[in-house]
C-alpha cells in the first residue's frame, strides 16, 4: 500500500517540482505578510457610528456671498458624537474665501463648537470632515449646524448639496434666516476604538486563506489538462473575495451601474418622459444607501457604517425622481447585476444587499461566459486564460459594471469565431450564424465602439461555407444582426441620447467637435499620436489592472509585469496542437491588426467627441478597462509559427504562476482597503 502512494507522489514531485516549490516558496511569503499585518487588524483602530444624517441630495444652494448663512438642525440618535462631514460644490477653479461653521445646542443656544474653514482647502464632491471634542450626554438632543460665509467672491465661492423634498423628518432646513423645502445633506458621527478583529480569528482567517491556496493549487494539478475547470478553480474564489471586500460604490461609476441594474429589474429599460424632466421614479431609500456609503473609505474600510446600511429597507412606493446616465447603455449587459438585484428584493428588502448580490450574479455571468470561451476556443487556450484573469479583469466581473458583460462577450466572441475558422467544423451553417449574432449582441448594441469585431469573421476560410454566395450571404447576415439590434435600442433611447450628460467637462460640444475633426483631420491625427504617446503606457497598464476602484488601489508591480511577460510569451508561443489547427492565410493576422486598430481608434474618438472639450490636444477620459476586450488580438497578432513549444507540463506551471498573483493581489487589496488614508 505505501509504495501505491509512494510511486504517484515521487512522479509528480519528479514532473512538477519547480511549480511545488513555487508554491511552497508563495505559501511561506503569504505567511509572512500576514503575519507582519496583523498589528493593524486586531489592534485598536478608530471607526465611525452614524448619529444623524440626511443623505440624498438632487440639487446645489445657491453658492455662498458675504455674510450669507445656511442652517439645518438635527437629532441625534446617538449619545456622543464628534465628527461632522459635509460634500461641498467648488464652483470656481481658485475659490476665494472662508466658512465659518458653528454647532449649538438647539435649546439652550449655547455654542459647542466652531471652526473655519478657507474654500481653497475644500475637496469638490467629497466629504470634508471636521472633528471636534466629543459632545456627550446627546441623545435625542436637537442640534443647529450654521455655515456662515466670510470674504467670499460670487464668482470663486462654493455651494453645498440639499434635498428637494423634506426627507430628514427630524430637522428643518433655512438659508439666511428663511425656512426652506428640503434639508442639507451632512452626517453626524460618533467615534470609538475598537479591533477590527480578535487575535484567534485573525489567526483562523489567516490559516484558512493559507489553506485555501495550497488546496487549490492541489486542483489545479488536477486539471492540468482541462483549462477551462482550471479557470474556476482562481477565478471563483477571487472574484468572490473582491465582490465582498471591496467597499459599497467603490469601483468606477458603481452607484450609476446599481441603479441602471435596479431599473433593469424593474422593467424600466429606458428613461421616461416626465414633469421633471428625462428620468426614472426610484425608491429613495436607493438612493440614500448610496449617499451614506460612498467614499467612507477615506481612512480606511468603516465597518461599522456599512453594517448600519445593511438596516436600511427598500421603499417601493417613496421614490423620487433621478437621471440616470448609465440609462443610456442597453438593458442585455445589466441582466446578471438585474437578477440579483430581483432576488435581494425578494429575500432580503435590502438595498445593501441587493448591491452585494448584484456583484455576486454578475461575477458568477462572467465566470461562466469565459469558461465556454475557454472550453470551445481551439487554440492560444494559455493566452485566452490569462486574459481571462487579468486582474482588471476579474476586478469588473465583482462589481455591477456592464462592462464585465462586454469583456466576457468579447473573448466568447472571438473564442467561437477562431472555433468556426480553426476548429472541428466542416460547414458554416444557420445555426452558427444565429450563435455569433446571438454573442455580438451583448457586444456591439452596448457600445457601438467595437462593432469592427465583426470582421473577424473574414477569418473563416471560404471553404468552410458552399460557395462564395453563401458565404457572402451569411457575412451579411452577421453584419445586419449586429446592426438592426443597435440601431433599435438608439430609437427607443433617442429622447435620452439627445441631452448632452452635464457631468462632463466644461467646452464638451459632439457637434463642434466632429466639426473639428472633419475639418482639421492632420490635426486630430497630431492628438491621436499624443495621447498614445504621452498616455500609452499608463493606459496600457491600466488595462492590466494597475490601479483599481475610486481609490486606486494598487496591484503590485510583480504581479502587473508577470501577467506582462506571461502575456507575450504565449502571444509568441504555440503548441504543437495549435499549429495542426492554425494553419492561416497571411491576410488573417491584417486581420486581427485592422479589428484592434479600429476599435482602438473608435474607442478614442467617441472620447475625443463626447468627453473632450473642442480642439483640445489631448483625449480625456481614456481607462484601461476600455482596452480590455480588444487586448487578446494585441497577443494575437504576434504569435510567431517558428516559436513552438513541447513541454506538456508547461499549463500547470501556467495556473500555478497565475494563481500565485491572483492570491498576492487579493491580499495587497485587502491590506490597502483597511489601512488606506
Known amino acids: ?12 514531485r519528479k514532473n512538477y517540482g519547480m511549480v511545488w516549490t513555487i508554491a511552497i516558496v508563495v505559501f511561506f511569503l503569504f505567511w509572512l505578510v500576514i503575519n507582519e499585518n496583523s498589528g493593524f487588524f486586531t489592534s485598536a483602530k478608530e471607526l465611525e457610528n452614524t448619529a444623524a444624517g440626511q443623505y440624498y441630495s438632487d440639487l446645489t444652494i445657491p453658492d455662498f456671498a458675504n455674510d450669507s448663512t445656511v442652517s439645518q438642525t438635527f437629532v441625534s440618535k446617538r449619545n456622543s458624537f464628534s465628527r461632522i462631514q459635509i460634500p461641498f460644490h467648488i464652483t470656481s477653479a481658485k475659490p476665494q474665501g472662508t466658512l465659518n461653521l458653528e454647532l449649538k445646542d438647539y435649546v439652550n443656544g449655547k455654542v459647542v463648537f466652531t ?50 423634498e423634506d426627507h430628514y423628518k427630524q430637522g428643518r432646513l433655512t438659508i439666511n434666516g428663511h425656512n426652506v423645502s428640503g434639508d442639507l445633506r451632512f452626517s453626524i458621527y460618533d467615534i470609538h476604538s475598537r479591533t477590527l478583529i480578535s487575535k484567534p480569528m485573525y489567526a483562523m482567517t489567516g490559516a484558512l486563506f493559507l489553506i485555501i491556496f495550497i488546496l487549490s493549487i492541489v486542483l489545479l494539478g488536477r486539471y492540468k489538462n482541462e483549462m477551462h475547470k482550471a479557470f474556476l478553480v482562481t477565478g471563483l474564489p477571487i472574484g468572490l473575495a473582491l465582490a465582498i471586500i471591496i467597499p459599497p460604490f467603490d469601483q468606477l461609476d458603481e452607484f ?82 438585474a437578477i440579483g438585484l430581483w432576488v435581494g428584493r425578494l429575500f432580503f428588502d435590502s438595498p445593501m444587499m441587493m448591491m452585494y448580490l448584484g456583484r455576486i450574479f454578475n461575477l458568477f455571468a462572467y465566470v461562466t461566459i469565459v469558461y465556454f470561451a475557454l472550453k470551445i476556443v481551439p487554440i492560444k487556450k494559455n493566452l485566452f486564460y490569462i486574459m481571462a484573469l487579468l ?124 466639426s473639428f475633426i472633419l475639418t482639421h483631420p492632420f490635426l486630430y491625427i497630431k492628438v491621436l499620436i499624443d495621447s498614445f504617446i504621452g498616455l500609452g503606457q499608463s493606459k496600457f497598464l491600466g488595462m492590466l489592472g494597475i490601479g483599481i476602484s475610486i481609490y486606486h488601489y494598487s496591484t503590485p508591480d510583480i504581479v502587473i509585469y508577470t501577467f506582462l511577460f506571461l502575456m507575450i510569451l504565449f502571444g509568441l508561443v504555440n503548441d504543437e496542437r495549435d499549429l495542426e489547427l492554425y494553419k492561416y492565410r497571411k491576410m488573417d493576422k491584417a486581420i486581427i491588426v485592422f479589428v484592434m486598430l479600429a476599435i482602438i481608434l473608435l474607442v478614442y474618438t467617441a472620447l475625443y467627441v463626447g468627453y473632450t472639450p473642442v480642439g483640445h490636444s489631448i483625449v480625456n477620459g481614456v481607462q484601461g478597462r476600455y482596452l480590455v476586450p480588444v487586448s487578446i488580438f494585441m497577443f494575437l497578432s504576434i504569435s510567431n509559427r517558428q516559436v513552438i513549444n513541447k513541454h506538456k507540463n508547461l499549463n500547470f506551471f501556467l495556473y500555478t504562476i497565475i494563481h500565485c498573483c491572483m492570491y498576492v493581489a487579493l491580499l495587497t487589496y485587502l491590506i490597502q482597503i483597511n489601512t488606506f488614508l
Open 115 to 164: 471652526q473655519t474653514v478657507y474654500l481653497n482647502k475644500l475637496k469638490n464632491g467629497r466629504p470634508t470632515t471636521f472633528n471636534f471634542p466629543k459632545i456627550n450626554g446627546a441623545k435625542g438632543k436637537k442640534y443647529e449646524l450654521t455655515i456662515t460665509a466670510s470674504g467670499v467672491k460670487k464668482s470663486a465661492s462654493a455651494a453645498v448639496w440639499k434635498s428637494t
Open 391 to 514: 486582474p482588471m479583469s476579474i476586478n469588473q466581473a465583482a462589481t455591477l459594471s456592464g462592462d464585465s458583460m462586454i469583456i466576457s462577450s468579447a473573448f466568447l466572441f472571438t473564442a467561437y469565431v477562431l472555433y468556426m475558422a480553426y476548429g472541428n467544423v466542416e460547414r458554416i451553417t444557420l445555426k452558427h450564424i444565429l450563435a455569433t449574432i446571438g454573442i455580438g449582441i451583448f457586444i456591439c448594441v452596448s457600445k457601438i465602439v467595437y462593432y469592427p469585431i465583426a470582421f473577424l469573421f473574414f477569418l473563416i476560410p471560404l471553404r468552410k461555407f458552399i460557395d462564395k454566395k453563401d458565404f457572402i450571404k451569411k457575412l451579411l447576415l452577421v453584419f445586419a444582426g449586429f446592426t438592426i439590434p443597435y440601431l433599435i435600442w438608439n430609437w427607443l433611447n433617442l429622447a435620452n441620447l439627445s441631452i448632452p450628460d452635464v457631468r462632463t467637462h466644461a467646452g464638451v460640444l459632439p457637434k463642434g467637435q466632429i
Open 256 to 337: 450609476d451601474h446599481f441603479l441602471r441594474s435596479f431599473e433593469v429589474s424593474e422593467g424600466m429599460f429606458v428613461n421616461q418622459v416626465t414633469q421633471h424632466g428625462l428620468g426614472n421614479y426610484i425608491p429613495g431609500s436607493l438612493i440614500d444607501t448610496i449617499h451614506k456609503t460612498q467614499f467612507i473609505n477615506g481612512t480606511g474600510y468603516q465597518y461599522d457604517i456599512v453594517k448600519e446600511a445593511f438596516e436600511t429597507k427598500l421603499t417601493p412606493s417613496n421614490r423620487v425622481f433621478f437621471r440616470n446616465y448609465a440609462s443610456s447603455y442597453p438593458p442585455t449587459i445589466y441582466i446578471p447585476q
Open 1 to 12: 500500500m505505501f509504495e501505491r502512494i509512494k510511486r504517484p507522489v515521487y512522479a509528480e
